[in-house]
């Protein structure tokens, strides 16, 4: 589900960390989409936690009427197999942003963020945020 964060149109930095919960290997990366396609990367984890450490990812005025996606990628190939169906269920993503008119503001993953490979050992969560 896509959300909202209202940047403002002044010079204060927006920054974002990302927090994820997961028994499984965790890699996340953040990129901004402008229009017309351009996209930059903004910021990424190392590629164990999956968390992304509170990261400065451009004034507000810059990211106004962008979009913000952050993926994870979370690999279960090292837990016993039986125990995959659950782990989409048990998951916890939180994404931090803060710096612009919106103030601090905390998200969820939602249901429909999250999609897995065919045999469950590969979870994608994709996280939409227009930036206005």
Do not use: C
């Not at 940047?7 to 974002?16: Q, S």
């Not at 979370?74 to 008119?101: A, M, P, T």
């Amino acid at each position: 589900m896509k959300r909202t964060y209202e940047t403002g149109i002044d010079t204060n930095v927006i920054t974002l960390g990302v927090k994820v919960g997961t028994v499984g290997v965790a890699y996340t990366s953040a990129i901004i989409i402008r229009s017309g396609g351009q996209y930059t990367k903004v910021a990424e984890s190392n590629q164990d936690s999956g968390s992304i450490a509170e990261t400065n990812i451009g004034t507000a005025a810059d990211l106004k009427n962008s979009y913000l996606i952050v993926r994870t990628i979370i690999d279960l190939s090292h837990i016993d197999k039986s125990l995959w169906e659950n782990q989409k269920d048990n998951l916890v993503i939180r994404y931090h942003l803060s710096g612009g008119f919106s103030g601090n503001q905390v998200y969820n993953q939602d249901l429909d963020d999250i999609n897995t490979s065919p045999d469950g050992k590969i979870i994608i969560v994709t996280k939409p945020i227009e930036l206005k």
